[in-house]
């Protein structure tokens, strides 16, 4: 039995005191794997010097984080899409729309969004999107790609039914993490609405811990009490949990 993480930030501009240590941790929890994404420009030296140290543990995505879209963001993808290159990058990510704290950047938003849209189109990359309070606006610029082939996964998904539905037609699965282990949250149902066969599960490390960390630092190792909740919402083992979500990872991003 083995866990993926789909979505960690397990690089130093996070855990700069005990990176090796929370790896370590993740290791000893059976989480083999990890996809890493970028959130700008700025984030890039620490990120392959993770992946380089952990190469077998530890794949990386390129991208524009849309709450790091600013005035210079034309600037920042140019630099960004340099990094396609490199071998080690498996999709591109963590890319996508956030109007959740502030709207200033709206259409900057989804230009970026169209953009690197079109690098996964063109190189035939997966991607990891993020979407918060702007699914009409996302939606919107997705569908320009319909019947282009993309594939990812919609990370920390806080759609609703209608959405999720929607993401799995156009080719995508859902990005399971911490808040299906809450009390009182809808994600239950729609987890248990798409089947296990669509989701990815996730931690958004150091980000939303799940019961019983919520509030703490969050880590990969913590894969396998969000899995443990999933397989209690279909009655099923933890080790088909494990065995299903981590073949569609893999699948996804080829690894």
């Not at 994404?37 to 530890?58: E, M, R, W």
């Not at 709450?67 to 498996?90: G, H, I, M």
């Not at 999107?129 to 320009?144: C, D, F, M, N, V």
């Not at 809450?182 to 799940?210: C, H, M, R, Y």
């Amino acid at each position: 039995m083995h866990f993926i993480d789909s979505h960690t930030h397990l690089y130093k501009e996070y855990y700069e005191e005990d990176l090796d240590a929370v790896i370590q941790r993740a290791l000893d929890a059976k989480v083999t794997k990890s996809i890493l994404p970028c959130v700008n420009a700025q984030t890039i030296s620490d990120l392959f010097d993770a992946v380089g140290k952990y190469p077998q543990h530890l794949f990386p995505l390129i991208g524009l984080h849309p709450t790091d879209v600013t005035k210079n963001y034309l600037a920042d993808l140019d630099f960004l899409e340099k990094q396609l290159s490199r071998p080690e990058v498996v999709g591109i990510g963590e890319i996508g729309m956030d109007l959740y704290h502030e709207t200033e950047m709206v259409e900057q938003q989804k230009d970026a969004f169209y953009r690197q849209l079109a690098w996964a189109k063109e190189l035939r990359l997966p991607l990891s999107i993020h979407i918060r309070s702007a699914y009409p606006h996302a939606l919107e610029i997705l569908k320009k790609f319909t019947g282009c082939g993309l594939t990812g996964i919609l990370h920390c998904f806080s759609g609703g039914i209608q959405e999720a539905e929607w993401a799995l037609k156009f080719g995508f699965i859902l990005g399971i993490g911490g808040v299906v282990t809450f009390k009182n949250n809808k994600l239950q149902d729609i987890v248990k609405a798409v089947g296990l066969e669509n989701i990815a599960l996730e931690t958004d490390s150091p980000f939303l811990s799940p019961t019983p960390y919520r509030g703490q630092r969050n880590e990969s190792a913590n894969i396998p009490i969000i899995a443990q909740k999933v397989a209690d919402i279909f009655e099923t083992s933890i080790e088909r949990v494990a065995e299903v979500t981590s073949a569609n990872v893999e699948r996804i991003f080829r690894i």
